[in-house]
């Protein structure tokens, strides 16, 4: 499992940006994977230079942390560049797994955060066919009652 952050478009991965796992993500097992990005205090993101450093989680625990490049802006990537499950490159496999969330904050995740999320677990939601069953006992009842 890896993650890279190029400074621009169609820009071939560098080692000084590239964080690696120590292997793939185990198969059968829900895996809990946090990116967090941090700009520098003193360059907000709109400027030209982007300074400042991603980090990337499995399980809650830090595998590593980056600085970013220079010259990189979140604008440069477009929606095409930022993929789950599929590289940016055509000859690269696709992700054979399911993803359960995904969350966009409007701020950094401290590091107890994410272990906080990581052991929490994913949020439960109902099944469409739990509601559709729900629905459906709720009008027997009412139209019942109406007799």
Known sequence: MGVDVSPGRN????PNT???GTGP???GKLSHVAITLQTSPSRPI???YYLGDYSVYVDGNLIGTKQLPTGFQPN???GAQLRLGRSVW???PFFNGKFDEFRIYDSRLAPQ???ANFAVGPNAVREPQSIALLLAAATFAITYRRR
């Open 113 to 115: 955060q994410i272990a």
């Open 90 to 92: 055509p000859t690269d």
């Open 18 to 20: 590239n964080i690696q």
């Open 11 to 14: 820009t071939a991965p560098s």
């Open 76 to 78: 440069d990537m477009p």
């Open 46 to 48: 709109q400027t030209t």
């Open 25 to 27: 993500l185990s198969v």
